[in-house]
């Protein structure tokens, strides 16, 4: 799982997200724990504007990492991009 999440944060930083996105959730299949492929589809999701997804996978991080304030930021986007502005 560590090479699929790794490969798949290589496809984050060339942008190729559809190839990321496929990587990581198949690292996560076999590793529901592995922080850094949660993080880069997390970064994938928000790129390819597929927000609730994105929300997602910010809530799982920071059910980990509860002073995260990256995190927090990333999931302030995702739910103003979808209209939650109370959340």
Avoid: C, W
């Avoid at 799982?60 to 103003?80: Q, V």
């Amino acid at each position: 799982p560590e090479i699929l999440s790794n490969l798949g944060g290589l496809y984050v930083q060339f942008g190729q997200y559809d190839e990321a996105i496929a990587r990581l959730e198949r690292a996560l299949a076999r590793s529901p724990d592995l922080r850094p492929a949660r993080y880069h589809l997390a970064r994938a999701l928000l790129s390819q504007r597929r927000f609730a997804e994105a929300e997602a996978q910010e809530r799982a991080l920071l059910a980990r990492e509860p002073d995260s304030i990256a995190t927090h930021l990333r999931l302030a986007h995702a739910l103003l991009m979808q209209g939650k502005l109370d959340e």
